[in-house]
């Protein structure tokens, strides 16, 4: 057995968070319920075009010179990985984290990183201090974990504090949230978010929300095993927390709880997962770039940014978008990376300095992602008043709130998050072609 199989409370704890500004409306929702489908999401972000007489797509491909466009430079950074094999820890877990990763750096699936891993029998300070992130495998409970003289919850806790990250799964998971209903409370690495204990071994499937799709470049539902892993939800803040998955069907109990979340911890992230991505069916992927969240990689070193350098990215963006349907991982700028959340933030700069004929540089900030991306909306021109204006409110939102909105209300409807990020991409690279911004912008539900 992978966890400790009990008789549990059903009860289910949710949090929403609503927020309104001037001229447009933002809206966050339940994390825990955020089951957007890949239609869904494609629906947001399908490939349209300007209405302005001049072909911008021949221009993009020409940019986008790598293989995969998911990251935008030949520079590779290493994560270097901790994998606990000690007393409670369960072998063939073990081995698909390691197989995974070694799978990762073979088939390349995550450009611009490569993983080293090493195991260790004893969790401290001195174990932890060369490595980026510690790895807490499948195990015989969570509540093992904790007890083990081998592993101690106080390095684990200032490892994470310090800016590192933690992956867990099953017991792991366990181990690594705040509270195990009417059973314990644990580390706490991930502290807003606690756990039910289902009692179920074999397959399962999950529904990979809007923000695994963008994680993970998987979408829909997929099969993953189960060894009576924990049902995941929000008891603290909930805007803190992303859900990558929730379990889609009731085999457990728990339809649309959350299967995969990522929470934060001082200055570090911390991954929980529930199902087993590293065993059968194995999803290397999937294991190697919830590493790369949980160890924060994509946090800007660089102070500014040109017009002209957001400009290029967008030209580069607009391309994987039109390609793949969905948002990049991260944005290389002047060969540093920048979230997404970030991007979305200097085009709006970029896009009003571009009207005012400003060519100060930009200031990269700290922004975290939007919890819950939704929306709908019609098709439709988007005039550059309108687009003009909304991109003054995000500037304001994003300044207020540290975060990017889930939507914004437009003349064609509710626009997600996704969708926004897109349409300046294309406003910015319209600008890098023909050096004016657009009349209008056209986008298509």
């Known amino acids: 057995m992978l966890g400790l199989a009990l008789t549990i409370n059903t009860g289910f704890v949710s949090a929403t968070n609503n927020s309104t500004i001037n001229q447009t ?3 966050s929702f339940n994390l825990t319920n955020n089951t957007t489908t890949s239609n869904q999401v494609k629906s947001t972000i399908n490939t349209t075009s300007y209405s302005e007489g001049t072909n911008t797509n021949s221009n993009s491909e020409v940019k986008n010179t790598t293989s995969n466009s998911e990251t935008f430079n030949s520079t590779t950074k290493t994560i270097k990985v901790l994998i606990y094999d000690g007393i409670y820890s369960i072998a063939d877990c073990v081995t698909g984290i390691e197989t995974s990763l070694e799978i990762a750096d073979a088939e390349n699936l995550v450009p611009g990183y490569n993983f080293t891993y090493a195991t260790s029998t004893v969790i401290n300070s001195a174990t932890l201090a060369p490595y980026d ?14 007890s083990s003289s081998s592993i101690s919850g106080t390095a684990i806790k200032n490892f994470v504090a310090s800016g590192k990250g933690y992956l867990g799964i099953c017991a792991g998971a366990y181990s690594g949230s705040y509270y195990v209903n009417d059973l314990y409370y644990a580390w706490g690495v991930a502290p807003d978010v606690s756990c039910e204990h289902p009692d179920q071994e074999g397959l399962l499937t999950v529904q990979i929300t809007s923000a695994g799709q963008q994680l993970f470049k998987e979408s829909g539902i ?8 924990p049902a995941m939800y929000v008891t603290g803040n909930s805007s803190k927390v992303v859900t990558f998955a929730t379990y889609a069907d009731n085999i457990l109990g728990y339809e649309g709880y959350a299967a995969i979340v990522g929470d934060s911890y001082g200055k570090g992230r911390s991954v929980l997962v529930g199902p087993h991505p590293e065993l059968t069916p194995q999803y290397p992927g999937i294991v190697a770039k919830l590493i790369l969240w949980a160890a924060n990689t994509t946090t800007s070193t660089i102070s500014t940014v040109t017009v002209k350098q957001v400009a290029f990215a967008a030209s580069i963006v607009k391309t994987f978008i039109d390609k793949n349907n969905t948002l990049p991982n991260y944005v290389t700028i002047s060969n540093q990376q920048i979230t997404v959340p970030q991007f979305l933030y200097q085009l709006a700069k970029a896009t009003i300095q571009v009207n005012s004929g400003v060519t100060t540089s930009i200031t990269i900030s700290n922004v975290n992602s939007s919890p819950a991306p939704s929306g709908n909306f019609t098709s439709g021109k988007i005039l550059k008043s309108e687009y003009l ?11 207020t709130n540290s975060r990017t909105p889930n939507y914004v209300n437009t003349s064609l409807g509710k626009m997600s998050y996704t969708s926004v990020v897109y349409l300046f991409s294309k406003i910015m690279n319209f600008y890098d072609t023909n050096n004016r911004l657009p009349n209008y912008v056209s986008m298509t539900s």
């Open 25 to 27: 409306t933002y809206t």
């Open 133 to 146: 992130v510690l790895a807490m495998p499948g195990g015989t409970s969570g509540a093992d974990y904790l």
């Open 222 to 229: 997929i099969t993953m095993a189960h060894y009576n892993g």
């Open 389 to 399: 204006s909304i991109a003054q409110t995000l500037i304001s939102f994003i300044t």
